[in-house]
């Protein structure tokens, strides 16, 4: 019963605050102006920092259902680093490169708190692969640190990786907002159960999921407000957090984000194939070509949920050899499906060409 109070306290705080932060943004032009032949879709000028009510959705939460602790310290510190950073960039934009170094910055500090891949992870055949090489302990402040260079680098990439992942999905109307919301409700399916039995990650899964559903009224299309940069990377970074901390799953989240972590590398594929920043948007993201093979907004992303929902359920039933085996699965229908739609939209400018 905890789990429900919990996450209708996180969703009621961001539903509350949602509507004082848009008129704020509102108030002070913090908007998202529409761009007219370009990458963007809406038409009129949106209200930005969303990121805002969500993190007050998840520290009301936090606040009412959770002790303090080292992690968890770390965590919120980690998770505000990138709301900060985030609403500045919303403000007044940021170079991608600074942002870079904020996003290692924010999961710096988690690592230091103790969020981190541990010394061994399973491997998909059911063996163990051992990250402890070059392991140093180290005492510091009356604090226990392990120093492990390849798990510690491993767990910098992975949290910095999904912070962008959640990023560049927040292109259409209640995306992000709706697929983290499903992927936090996977990780609290995989901690409340009995082989990870970790009550506080699941409480910590329930809340972030409610403080995404309490915005998502607001995100889902037409939008009122967009959550940003802000919203994007604590989102991102959050669950990247949780798949890690007191022994949640990568694999399970990896599985469930599957999608927009294949269109995530991709995209960063595709624009360093051009001589091009990966964080330099463009409209070529999976939802796109969706888009532009002739589904409306809500259509594809509803679509996209189904897909998030699927694997999601996929990666709560089956081992991390069959785990492997969906991921594989996913990046052969994601590259065909890719394939055809962009084979498709050629096909439809050439016909309008003529």
Do not use: E
């Amino acid at each position: 019963m905890n789990y429900l109070w919990a996450l209708a306290v996180a969703a009621g705080v961001t539903a509350v605050v949602t509507p004082s932060v848009r008129r704020l943004a509102l108030h002070y032009g913090i908007v998202d102006m529409p761009d007219p032949g370009g990458r963007k879709i809406h038409t009129r000028p949106i209200a930005y920092l969303g990121g805002v009510a969500i993190f007050a959705g998840f520290l009301g939460g936090v606040a009412v259902f959770l002790p303090l602790s080292r992690q968890l310290d770390a965590l919120i510190a980690a998770c505000a680093i990138l709301v900060v950073i985030g609403v500045i960039d919303d403000i007044r934009g940021l170079s991608p490169w600074v942002k870079l170094i904020g996003q290692f910055l924010a999961a710096g500090v988690a690592l230091t708190g103790g969020i981190g891949i541990s010394g061994s992870i399973h491997d998909p055949f059911g063996g163990m692969l051992n990250l402890n090489w070059g392991r140093t302990d180290l005492r510091l402040a009356g604090l226990q640190f392990h120093i492990t260079p390849l798990a510690n680098t491993l767990s910098l990439l992975w949290m910095v990786g999904l912070a962008n992942t959640i990023n560049f999905l927040d292109g259409l109307d209640g995306l992000a907002s709706g697929v983290s919301a499903i992927a936090a409700l996977v990780i609290f399916g995989v901690a409340v159960g009995p082989q990870v039995h970790q009550p506080q990650v699941a409480l910590l899964a329930i809340i972030l999921a409610g403080a995404a559903l309490g915005f998502l009224p607001y995100h889902f299309y037409p939008a009122r407000i967009f959550m940003g940069d802000s919203g994007a990377y604590f989102l991102g970074l959050c669950l990247a957090m949780l798949a890690i901390y007191s022994g949640a799953k990568l694999a399970t989240t990896a599985l469930v984000l599957g999608f927009p972590i294949v269109d995530a590398l991709w995209a960063a594929t595709r624009r360093l194939a051009k001589r091009r920043s990966p964080f330099r948007a463009d409209r070529k993201h999976f939802h796109h070509l969706l888009l532009d093979a002739g589904l409306s907004q809500r259509q594809a992303v509803v679509l996209l949920y189904a897909v998030a929902a699927l694997f999601g359920v996929v990666a709560l039933r089956v081992g991390s050899y069959d785990k492997l085996l969906a991921m594989i699965a996913l990046i052969f229908i994601m590259a065909a499906a890719i394939a055809a739609l962009v084979w498709q939209g050629q096909t439809r400018r050439r016909s309008a060409g003529r």
